[in-house]
């Protein structure tokens, strides 16, 4: 039996790489000198934090910049609300890791209504979809490539 798993993953080294890289470019622009505008990363969620709401905001397009120019897809983040407290203004972007039930429930109903001859489970945080013919695999690459599920989604282990 042929199978593969879809997964929803980031590359931490060129998540890291992209956010140094920003903060580089912020750290030598003009309108930023003088003020601790920077990007915190961590596990779970990266920090923008300036001086000033509006700062906030033209650093949004720098790091997303940065993460395109890396290959790293932008919707897997999750934009939190701008918070301004005293002197500094920040804005949490969490990082979606993982398929949630929800949306894997979405998958395995995708794969179900589409009368392909395979099978899916959800497995964790990932689905395994299985099948005799490798085309009809492929075909269920590009079913779930042409449905959103506002999440980037990767294929892996494809096995014959």
């Known amino acids: 039996m042929a199978s ?34 920077i990007i915190e990363l961590t596990e779970e969620a990266m920090t923008l934090i300036a001086a000033s709401d509006f700062q906030v905001q033209q650093m949004q397009p720098i790091i997303l910049q940065k993460m395109t120019k890396r290959g790293l897809d932008i919707s897997c983040l999750d934009y939190g609300d701008i918070q301004t407290s005293g002197q500094k203004a920040r804005q949490v972007l969490a990082i979606k890791k993982g398929i949630n039930k929800e949306i894997a429930g979405k998958i395995v109903k995708a794969i179900k209504n589409s009368k392909m001859k395979l099978q899916a489970a959800i497995q964790g945080d990932q689905v395994r979809i299985t099948g005799k013919k490798r085309d009809d695999l492929q075909g269920a690459i590009a079913l779930l490539k042409e449905t959103d599920f506002k999440l980037p989604l990767q294929y892996i282990n494809f096995r014959d």
């Open 4 to 37: 593969f798993d879809v997964v929803s993953e980031i590359d931490e080294h060129e998540l890291t790489n992209a956010v140094d890289q920003a903060n580089k470019e912020i750290g030598n622009r003009f309108d930023f000198k003088g003020s601790d505008a």
